[in-house]
Structure formats: C-alpha cells, structure tokens
C-alpha cells in the first residue's frame, strides 16, 4: 500500500489563495493528467447519448445508455478503492486510459454500422462503466495525496475546475466534431484523450514522494474493511445516503440533455454541444466558488446549501422552453452539480483514516452507481409526461433531499 507524502514548493509557510494548492509541483502534474482524462470522458458521454437517441428516436434508450454505464460501478467501484490504496495509482490511470481507448474503439466501429445491432451498444458501454471504477479513485487520491491535508479542498475544487473548463470546450467541440466529422471520429478522438491521460498520470505519479506500507490482507479483504468502516461512521454514511438520492434524481439529467435539446428547445447536435458546454462552464464557476472560500469551516452545511440550490435550478432550466433561457440556467445546474461532488470528495477523504482514502472514493463511486435507477427512471417518465416535466420532479426530489439532511444530520450541519 503507498500513501503520498508531498513536498511543499515552500517549507517555511503554507501557500493561501485560492490557487495555494498550484504551489504543490506534484498536485500540477496530476491535475493535468486528471483534465486531459476528462476530456475523453466528455466527448464520450456527448457522442454517446446522441447517436442512440438519433438512430432510435427513444429518449428511454438514451437514458439507458448512460444507465448502462453507470450500473457497473455497484460492482466495481468498491474494488477500485481498494485497489487504488494499494496499488501505484499512476499504473492504474494508464491501464484505466488503454482500456478505455479499446472500449471506444468497439463503440465506433458499431457506430459506423448505425448501431447495429444495438444490444452491443449496451454491452460496450457497461465494460465503459468498469473502467470508470477505477478511474475516479485513483484520480481523487493522486489529487489529495498530492498536497497536505489543510489544502485538500482548494486542490479537490481546481482539480475539479480545471476538469470541468476543459470538458465545457470539450463538449462544444464534440458537438461540432459530431456534425462535421460523425460519431464514431468523435469517439476515436476520445480514445486518444484517455491514453495521453494515463500517460501523463504515470509520470505525475512518479513524481509523488511515497512511503511503503506493509499489506497484510488481499484486496478482497480491503473492499470489505472499507465498506464497513463506511458503513459505521456516521458522517460517512449521510454523505453516502445523499450521494445515492441526489445521483438519482439530480444527476440523472444528463441522461435526457439529447432530449431536451431535439424536443424541448428544438435544436441540434450542435446546440447540444453549447448546451453542454454552458453547463461545463457553470460547472467551472461552482468549483471556482469553492477555490474562493479557501478551508471553509462549515463545509456540511455548505453542501447541504448546494444540494437545495441543485434542485432549483435542476426544476428550472428547461421549464421554459426557450433556449437562451435554458443556455443560463443550465450554468446553474452544472455550478450546483460540480460543487456538490468536490464538496463530497472533500468531506469524505477529511473524515476517513489517510490509508482509506481511495477506498473512501471508492464507496462513493459505489453510491452513485445507483444512479441508473434514475437513468431509466427519468427517461422513462420523460417519454410518457415529457422530458421538462420529468426534470422539474426530480428537482423538487433533490431539495427535499438537502432540506432532510439538514433536519436529520445535526452533525453534518455542525461539520
């Protein structure tokens, strides 16, 4: 087992701002191997939900394709916890990039031939979801262990900004890339993404000062230690329980966007990918936000606050039916949704031992992979009621989410 030592650009004071984890030479080698990542992951989601929503007209089987990939998480998140507090996390990124290059591979060349037959498509797209497991662990430990412990929310929320600007210009340029040179080019490009990625997290993992630890238990053994230390401690848990009900019903949305764009705001493949983008671009001002405060003091209420602001705009954004309306509000959605996920990433790595870090991740990977009940739930709903009404219900379920944990977590409000 390996847990990262950093070294501080400067050993006689602690860098502040809202850049003071940039001053860490390890955490800037693993933010733009996290960035890079994010790119393939972006052009994959757009390419994806597209395709099958033009080639089929459902917006359920374009809801499924993200539910698809999502499920394996409840699988194999847990054992990419595990493996990242084990294993060189840099390793991972690589094995976790080439794998995920092959996966979309396969995606374009069943794309080239219109989808057919489809169930492959779904096959394909879950062995995506495996990768993803092992994907977000590793990045959420490299990131942390990169910097000390005081800092560990401003790097969580530049990782995170920086991810999400590059996957804002990266959805606009699918969506242009979608129209100009097809699908399958698209998903090709975003193969290329994840291999560079994993490259570059090889080398900012290298740079990592470490210390060996002594492993005494298989990796099996680790998953169930971590599940169970989740289970237990209190804090853990609320955050985990939130995770599972605003994945549900709030992060779902991105499983109807082609939806909302072809039957709500009647536009195309292109205004997908500005609609995308402006939700990147919120997403890039959340976590800017969070930058700002620095090691803010109340962060369970904070994200308590986030997750009722998350339902606003979430029941909001499409209601109107103007797409310049939605262009703004959307900015709302994607600034509530990044700063929710940092502020988990954040709260859990500060609440669990150093050693369980990934594993701590790993759970949360864990939570969210219940999101494609909401996939399929949505998009199911979505095509008996409508696609903006559907949205509007699941706003209202994550502002009851947030207002109940307020009311039943006092410890989570005093954290």
Partial sequence: MTTSVPTPARKFSRPRGPLAAFAFPQFRRV????????????????????????????????????????????IFAPIGGAASDRFSRGKIMLITGIYKAVVLSALAAVAMNNLEPLWLVFVI??????GHSFEIPSVQGMVTGSVPREVRMNAVAIQSTGMRAVGALGALAAGFAISWLGVPATFFASGIAFVIGGFLALLANRGLRVKVVEQTCSVIRDVF?????????????????????????????????????????????????????????????????????????RKGLLLITVAVAYGLF???????????????????????????????????????????RGRAVGAWVFAIGFGWIGHLGLGAVGELIGVDWALAAAGIVVISTGLGALIVSPSLRRL
């Fill in 125 to 130: 797209l879950a062995f995506s979801g495996v």
């Fill in 225 to 297: 230690d971590g599940l169970k230390l989740m289970s237990t401690l209190p804090i853990v848990r609320m955050i985990l329980i939130t995770a599972v009900l605003v994945e549900i019903f709030g992060f779902a949305y991105g499983a109807v966007m082609p939806a909302v764009a072809k039957e709500v705001l009647n536009v195309d493949e292109k205004g997908l990918g500005t609609l995308t983008m402006m939700a990147g671009f919120g997403s890039m001002f959340g976590t800017l936000f969070l930058m700002m405060l620095g090691n803010f003091q």
């Fill in 31 to 74: 933010w733009l191997a996290s960035v890079i990542f994010s790119l393939g992951n972006w052009g994959e989601r757009l390419a994806t939900g597209w395709v099958v929503l033009n080639e089929t007209d459902s917006v359920f089987l374009a809801a499924a394709s993200f539910a698809v990939r999502q499920a394996p998480q409840l």
């Fill in 314 to 356: 979430l029941a909001t954004f499409s209601a109107f039916g103007s797409y310049a309306v939605a262009l703004v509000l959307i900015m709302g959605v994607g600034a509530s949704a990044a700063a929710f996920d940092a502020m988990q990433w954040t709260l859990l790595q500060l609440n669990v031992p150093d050693e369980m």
